[in-house]
């Protein structure tokens, strides 16, 4: 009888949930594109905190479906865990096998920077900077721009691009989503927010290791990201030593391990007041250590400059692939998004992503 009755309570909820819609007991994702240059792992995700490493993807799912089958994919109820949480899964780690949620997640939908679904989205149309009356840097494709800061033009591939901005994807509708984060006074951010590895609060200015607005603990760092920082830090201290001739190049540009990076995304119609980035440790700010940023999508006039002052400050085109560092003596330069251009995102990368108009903007810091 006992035999029996579990067989009845098994089908009635598989016939509620079916794997079929739902996904199988147990997925292993893989996230290994990037992993072309023989220096590069394909070990998955592991988190800047220590927590366990994970395999991960971006399969291209709806967000709507995508949402059933992260909280079903275990293909078992769960008791509560200890604070309302709800564990699903094998894993150790908060993402590997499974996925944590806390009763006071938002139910609003998350905010998907592709458009999958949207059959209006399929012609995509595209231009260049110069087409939009804009022209880009003169000179070489890697510059320093001053002491500290480097640009590196073009250097992230289209395959890496694609994977980036799926992974983004992928992460950006799960438990730590993309959302609009404010201020105490009411105002909000004009581009949607998603954090990895710590929790950056614009309202307290803080790091922490939850999100006030819903409890959750940011996803780590994919270590495919990680690396791709690292390497570029070797090509742009190549750089600097060849401008400088300096023996010691960190001396002009230190060495960083970032365990923190914020995602932004920006409309066409987003951007950022002038700012300096002053909320990490008082060691990593007096070492210099650098802001690494990411750029895909479409272009922005990025602003920057030693004071507050939007007339002053100098101005420069980040188009998509583009990496630009700061620290050294430029760390605590005030920087903004003045305005996105419109229809500047590389076409190709708009047909394998679906990627929303606008600007994708990835900063890596150590805390």
Known sequence: MLLRRTSTLSWRYHRLYPPWRYGSSHVFLRFSSLGNDSNWGNSGVKCSRGKDSISSATPPYDPDTDFRWKRFGSGKKQKPAHGGRIQH??????????????????????YDICLYGN????????GSLNEMGHTEMEGAKQRVLRPGMVLLKQYITHKEQVEIVKKCRYLGIGPGRFYQPGYQNGAK???????LGMNWDPMSRKYDDTRPVDGIEPPCIPREFSLLVKRAIQDAHALVKKQYHVSNVEDILPLTSPDICIVNFYTTSGRLGLHQDRDESRESLRKGLPVVSLSLGDSAEFLYGDQRNV???ERIFLESGDVLFFGGKSRHIFHGVSSIIPKSAPKALLEETRLRPGRLNLTFRQF
């Open 311 to 313: 007339d002053n400050a």
């Open 189 to 195: 951010l004009h581009l949607q927010m998603m954090c």
């Open 89 to 110: 899964g094998r894993g150790n780690s908060k993402y590997g096998g499974g996925t944590s949620y806390s009763h006071g997640f938002p139910k609003a939908k998350p």
């Open 119 to 126: 059959r209006r989205s399929a012609n995509i149309s595209t």
